[in-house]
C-alpha cells in the first residue's frame, strides 16, 4: 500500500518561544520567562521560588563587570603587542614609503610616519582601518565620535597632545575588540599623557592651538565613565569656545563644535518636553520589548541581546525612582548609559547582525533623550545626536527586514510627538 503524502505547501515552522536567558523554571516548562528578578510571573504564578533569586540580575552582572577604563597591573601584562603580520607589513611599508597604507578621500589622513613610533603608527593604522571600514558600510555617522574622526586625522599631524588623544581612542578600540592588556596599557599611557598635555596648552591658550585642544578634549571626554571627571572636561570645552569666541581665529572645525555645544550648553536652565518623561519613556520600553520578542526569533548574537536587555532594565530603573535622584543613582546609571552608548564595535567589525546592532543604538539615543534631567548635562553632549536623522539613517540600513523597519517607525512617531 503506498504511503500517503501530504498534499500542499509545508507548514510553516513555529517561531521558537523559549526563553534565552529565562529562569531554570520556566526553561523546563519551555515556555517565555518574562526575566523579571528575583521572581518570574510564571514562578509567582505557580508558587515556586525562582532560581532569580540564586542568580544576578543583568544589571548587576554589568555592574560588577571590569572596565577598559581601569588601569591594569602592570606585572600582570603580557608584552605580546596585538599586531597581525599583515598589520607589520603594512605599517613597514608605510615607513619606507611615507604613503599612507588606506587612501580614502573621506577620511583625509596624512601622517610623517618618520617622526612617530612603531606602536604610534599601528594604533593609527588601525583607527583608519576601522573608519574606512565604517564608511564603506554606511554607518559612520551613527556615532557622534566616528563622525568627526576624519577631522581630527587632518588635526592630528600638528599638534602631539591631540595626536595622544586620539592613540588614546585607538588603544581603546583595539582593547574592546581583541581584549589585549598591552592595548589597555597603551590608552592609559596615550590618556595620561594627552591630560599632563592639555593641561599645559590651556594654561596659556593660544588660538592656533584651539583646534588641537579641542580634538584632546573630545577624545578624553569619550574616554571618561565618570561624570564628575566629564564635568570638569565639558568645563574646559566650554573655555576653549569662548577663547575662540573671542580671537580672530577662524576654524569650520571650531565652529561646527561651538555650534552642537550651544545646542546643549544651556540644558540645565531651558526646559525640554522630553527630559524626565516618564510617559515618553515607558512607551520607548514597550517598543523596545517588542524588539526583543522580533530579535528572538532572529537567533540574535548574546552580546546584542544583552546590551538589549539592559537597556531595558536601565530604562525601567529610571521610570521607578523619585524626581529628586541621588547623586549615587546618577552616576550608576551614566555608567550603563556610558557603556551602552556606541554601537559594538566588535560585532560591527567581525560581519555581526549590523541591522540588530543599530536597532540597539537607535533606542539606546532615544532612552538618552528620554532620560531624566539630572542626566542632561552638557558633559552629556556626546550621548545628544538629532534622533530623527539618526532614526533616518538607521531606517535606510535596516529597510530589507520588515518587521524592524515598522518598529523604527513606531519609534520615530514617538520622539516625533514629544
Known amino acids: 500500500m503506498p504511503l500517503q503524502t501530504r498534499q500542499g505547501p509545508p507548514k510553516k515552522r513555529r517561531s521558537n518561544t523559549k526563553s534565552r536567558s529565562g529562569c531554570s523554571t520556566c526553561k523546563r516548562r ?12 510564571n514562578c509567582t504564578k505557580h508558587k515556586v521560588k525562582c532560581s532569580y533569586h540564586d542568580t544576578p540580575s543583568q544589571v548587576e ?21 596585538p599586531w597581525s603580520a599583515e598589520a607589520k607589513t603594512v605599517v613597514r611599508h608605510w615607513r619606507e614609503t611615507r604613503s599612507m597604507p588606506i587612501s580614502d578621500d573621506r577620511i583625509g589622513a596624512t601622517l610623517d610616519p618618520h617622526i612617530f613610533s612603531d606602536d604610534d603608527l599601528h594604533f593609527v593604522y588601525q583607527l583608519v582601518k576601522n573608519q574606512h571600514r565604517l564608511e564603506n558600510m554606511g554607518v559612520s555617522k ?10 581630527f586625522f ?3 599631524p600638528w599638534s602631539r597632545f591631540a595626536m595622544n588623544g586620539v592613540l588614546a581612542l585607538s588603544a581603546h578600540q583595539v582593547a574592546s575588540v581583541t581584549d589585549s592588556e598591552y592595548a589597555r596599557l597603551k590608552k592609559v599611557r596615550y590618556q595620561t599623557l594627552a591630560i599632563q598635555e592639555l593641561r599645559e596648552c590651556l594654561s596659556n591658550l593660544q588660538p592656533k592651538h584651539v583646534d ?7 577624545a578624553l571626554l569619550w574616554l571618561c565613565e565618570d561624570m564628575s571627571s566629564r564635568g570638569r572636561i565639558a568645563a574646559g570645552i566650554s573655555a576653549i569656545l569662548q577663547t575662540y569666541e573671542r580671537s580672530d581665529h577662524q576654524s569650520e572645525f571650531c565652529h561646527m563644535i561651538a ?11 531651558t ?21 526583543a520578542e522580533v530579535l528572538g526569533d532572529h537567533e540574535p548574537d548574546d552580546g546584542t541581546w544583552r546590551q538589549l536587555i539592559l537597556l531595558i532594565a536601565l530604562a525601567e530603573d ?23 552608548l556606541p554601537p559594538p564595535l566588535r560585532d560591527l567589525l567581525t560581519d555581526k547582525d549590523v541591522s540588530s546592532i543599530l536597532m540597539v543604538n537607535a533606542y539606546l539615543h532615544a532612552v538618552t533623550l528620554y532620560s531624566p534631567p539630572q542626566l542632561t548635562q552638557p558633559c552629556l553632549i556626546d550621548l545628544r545626536v538629532d534622533l530623527p536623522s539618526l532614526l533616518d539613517e538607521t531606517l535606510q540600513q535596516v529597510r530589507s527586514i520588515d518587521a524592524y523597519v515598522r518598529l523604527l517607525k513606531e519609534l520615530k512617531a514617538i520622539v516625533l510627538s514629544r
Open 30 to 41: 519551555h515556555i517565555r520567562c518574562d526575566e523579571e528578578h528575583p521572581q518570574c510571573r
Open 61 to 81: 552582572l554589568l555592574r560588577k563587570a571590569p572596565s577598559l577604563n581601569r588601569q591594569p597591573n602592570a606585572r600582570s601584562i603580557s608584552k605580546a603587542r
Open 142 to 151: 551613527l556615532t557622534v565620535a566616528s563622525s568627526y574622526l576624519p577631522t
Open 154 to 156: 587632518r588635526i592630528i
Open 212 to 218: 588641537a585642544a579641542l580634538v584632546t578634549s573630545l
Open 259 to 269: 555650534h552642537a555645544w550651544g545646542q546643549t550648553a544651556n540644558i540645565q536652565t
Open 271 to 291: 526646559p525640554n518636553p522630553g527630559c524626565g518623561n516618564t510617559s515618553g519613556l515607558q512607551k520607548i520600553i514597550k517598543e523596545m520589548r517588542k524588539f
Open 318 to 340: 529610571m521610570v521607578k525612582v523619585e524626581p529628586i535622584t541621588s547623586t549615587d543613582k546618577q552616576s550608576e546609571w551614566f555608567q550603563l548609559l556610558h557603556y551602552n
